[in-house]
């Protein structure tokens, strides 16, 4: 017999209620999990020590490779949703739901880009996709690093 299962996920635009059954008895969190051979995830902007002057605008646009996007809630094999690490010293676990905060920011709607206002100083940005319940895919799809000075 399927059980059912009720998970509440937060999301960017409030709080998402997925109602579904475990298809083959299986863990439902680990649906759609398993990344693609050779996915990676890039910042297409801003470009590694990159210079910005305080107040102004800096985009920041999300490049993918080798998997697609789809919104937070849509269990697509093959894709997931980014989420903005902003001067992060670790990884969140990434065996759980990536959490959402200031500077932990998700773009569960599936968007690409974003526009960032941030105080001056050196700030450490990084992307990790994840799948429709904000779990990092396996093996993780993470971005390297990118640096930018805001003076």
Same mark, same amino acid.
């Given at each position: 017999?399927?059980?059912?299962?009720?998970? #509440?996920?937060?999301?960017?635009?409030?709080?998402?209620?997925?109602?579904?059954?475990?298809?083959?008895?299986?863990?439902?969190?680990?649906?759609?999990?398993?990344?693609?051979?050779?996915?990676?995830?890039? #910042?297409?902007?801003?470009?590694?020590?990159?210079? #910005?002057?305080?107040?102004?605008?800096? =985009? !920041?646009?999300?490049?993918?490779?080798?998997?697609? !996007?789809?919104?937070?809630? !849509?269990?697509?094999?093959?894709?997931?949703?980014?989420?903005?690490?902003?001067?992060?010293?670790?990884?969140?676990?990434?065996?759980?739901?990536?959490?959402?905060?200031?500077?932990?920011?998700? #773009?569960?709607?599936?968007?690409?880009?974003?526009?960032?206002?941030?105080?001056?100083?050196?700030?450490?940005?990084?992307?990790?996709?994840?799948?429709?319940?904000?779990?990092?895919?396996?093996?993780?799809? =993470?971005?390297?690093?990118?640096?930018?000075?805001?003076?």
């Amino acid at each position: 017999m399927q059980s059912k299962v009720v998970i #509440f996920l937060l999301a960017t635009s409030g709080c998402i209620l997925v109602w579904g059954d475990a298809l083959d008895g299986s863990d439902p969190l680990s649906v759609n999990r398993q990344s693609l051979r050779d996915a990676s995830v890039y #910042f297409i902007q801003p470009e590694d020590g990159q210079v #910005f002057e305080t107040g102004e605008p800096i =985009i !920041v646009q999300f490049g993918l490779r080798g998997m697609g !996007v789809a919104p937070a809630g !849509v269990a697509t094999p093959g894709t997931g949703h980014h989420h903005l690490l902003i001067n992060q010293k670790t990884l969140p676990d990434l065996l759980r739901p990536i959490p959402a905060g200031k500077n932990i920011i998700h #773009f569960g709607g599936g968007q690409t880009e974003t526009q960032l206002t941030l105080a001056p100083g050196n700030h450490k940005l990084q992307l990790v996709l994840g799948n429709q319940y904000h779990l990092p895919h396996i093996p993780p799809v =993470i971005s390297e690093h990118v640096t930018i000075v805001v003076h």
